[in-house]
């Protein structure tokens, strides 16, 4: 991957095609052998939906990716490329069995600590500090939590596949900014598949990626966040990772805070997500689907951004998108969504006068 515009453009369009093309294979085998993900408990959709969309995503991306190299063989990170690409499809795998046979979350942390252990003994892996114990106690954190941030995403139609097609979007820029062309082919060949299953993922799902696919995509967007490098004017190139994941980080931290202070248990699925709660806030589906995809592209634009500005502008940059957020989510955590909070949202409403 030399990383002349047409490479990235093929990469893209196989990657898409192949996964528009899979998909609907997917659709008919998962009616056919009955994985379907039944509504009832905190699921909101109202038909069985098939589950097998993540092999048509780990497939498209695996199999374009494994093309580009052999027609174009990368001149260096090829050892990387490969264990990487065989931890994504083995965490894929962890997911697809939890689909299938729902297992233990204690399985599937320990599958991305062992994940996030190897990357960091690859050298691939947080290098904040300096220090190998405490980055490789970052690396966990980052790659375990970016990686359950996307599958905490796939709560409604499109908004898991369409918010890693946006990351991988916004690293693939800066990576080709910065020269780093493995990184951006790898980015523009997973954004690729990710629209290219939003086809059929978008409103109303036809079919959903599940466990498999959602981890999949996590893992590769924190691996490739911590592969981006930047000039030396950039101290602070750990906030650009981050702020690539943003919105992500938000409705993983914000699900999370509001569980642990209604006595919940954040391992367990409930409709109190960023999306459920701007639905919940009168917005239709699409629309609030849209509007996190616009927040985590315009975010994207200030990553882009960043990388060319001092060390001063970066700051500020960052501390206004940590603001905005962080005032985003207060106003989002005042929604009513668990019943107590909508009982007592309906007790205040019958006290008020009615009027005229």
């Known amino acids: 991957m030399t990383g002349l515009w047409w490479e990235y453009l093929l990469v893209f369009g196989a990657s898409a095609v192949l996964c528009l093309m899979l998909t609907p294979v997917a659709i008919a ?16 959709h109202e038909s069985p939906t098939p589950y097998l969309g993540g092999v048509a ?3 498209a ?29 083995a965490l894929a795998i962890v997911g697809l069995a939890d689909d299938l046979w729902s297992l233990s979350p204690t399985v599937r942390l320990v599958a991305e600590v062992l994940c996030a252990v190897q990357l960091w003994r690859m050298d691939a892996g947080v290098t904040v500090t300096g220090e190998p114990v405490l980055d490789a106690a970052l690396t966990i954190l980052w790659v375990v939590g970016i990686t359950n941030a996307f599958n905490l995403l796939d709560n409604m139609d499109g908004l898991s596949a369409g918010q890693a097609a946006i990351c991988a979007t916004t690293i693939f820029s800066i990576a080709v900014a910065n020269g780093q062309f493995l990184v951006a082919g790898l980015a523009v060949g997973l954004a690729g598949c990710a629209v290219g299953f939003l086809r059929h993922n978008f409103y109303p799902a036809q ?19 911590v592969k981006l490098r930047f000039d030396s004017y950039v101290s602070e190139s750990f906030l650009v990772p981050v702020m690539v994941c943003a919105v992500p980080i938000l409705d993983t931290t914000l699900v999370t805070i509001t569980r642990l202070s209604t006595r919940r248990s954040p391992f367990v699925g409930g409709q109190d997500h960023v999306s459920h709660r701007l639905v919940k806030s009168g917005l239709p589906v699409p629309v609030a689907v849209g509007s996190t995809y616009f927040a985590s592209a315009s975010i ?3 990553c882009f951004v960043i990388n060319r500005v ?8 960052a501390g206004l998108v940590a603001l905005t957020l962080g005032l985003g989510g207060l106003l989002l ?14 007790m205040i409403g019958e006290r008020l006068p009615e009027t005229d």
């Open 29 to 44: 085998v998962a009616i056919r052998i009955g994985v379907l993900d039944r509504p009832g408990g905190h699921k909101g």
């Open 57 to 59: 995503i780990v497939v």
């Open 61 to 89: 991306f695996s199999a374009s990716v494994v093309a580009a190299a052999v027609a174009q063989p990368p001149t260096s990170g090829r050892d990387e490329l490969v264990i990487v690409l065989i931890l994504a499809v």
């Open 207 to 225: 079919i959903y990626m599940g466990d498999g696919g959602a981890l999949f995509l996590g893992f590769l967007i924190s691996y490739l966040a």
């Open 300 to 302: 994207g634009v200030l």
């Open 310 to 317: 001092d060390s001063t502008s970066t700051w500020i940059l």
């Open 333 to 346: 955590a005042m929604v009513p969504v668990y019943p107590e909070s909508q009982r007592r949202h309906f």
